[in-house]
Nanobody, 115 residues
Framework: QVQLVESGGGLVQPGGSLRLSCAASGSIFSINAMGWYRQAPGKQRELVAGFSRGGSTNYADSVKGRFTISRDNAKNTMYLQMSSLKPEDTAVYYC?????????WGQGTQVTVSS
């Protein structure tokens, strides 16, 4: 079983930036479709950015142009660079496969966008 550990969240002002990291215990990024998900209070978890198995990227309309997903297969780490953050980006952010495996959900990392 692969462990996924998210980090890099925090409190940031509107318009600010953060970079999230997702570290895996094994080499899964190069062979699986992977993505970043988020869950805001009272809302369902949603996929915001992802890699297909072929390596192409896709983004939810709400983050397109502001978030960038990347990965370093050698380090078994995936990143989410978030810029021009908005209060509505406030959520717990998780990484997982696409589609997600329930057993692979980690603790997530909290992102709070507030002045």
């Amino acid at each position: 079983q692969v462990q996924l550990v998210e980090s890099g969240g925090g409190l940031v002002q509107p318009g600010g930036s953060l970079r999230l990291s997702c570290a895996a215990s094994g080499s899964i990024f190069s062979i699986n479709a992977m993505g970043w998900y988020r869950q805001a209070p009272g809302k369902q978890r949603e996929l915001v950015a992802g890699f297909s198995r072929g390596g192409s990227t896709n983004y939810a309309d709400s983050v397109k142009g502001r978030f960038t997903i990347s990965r370093d297969n050698a380090k078994n780490t995936m990143y989410l660079q978030m810029s021009s953050l908005k209060p509505e980006d406030t959520a717990v952010y998780y990484c997982n496969r696409i589609p997600p495996l329930e057993r692979d959900w980690g603790q997530g990392t909290q992102v709070t966008v507030s002045s």
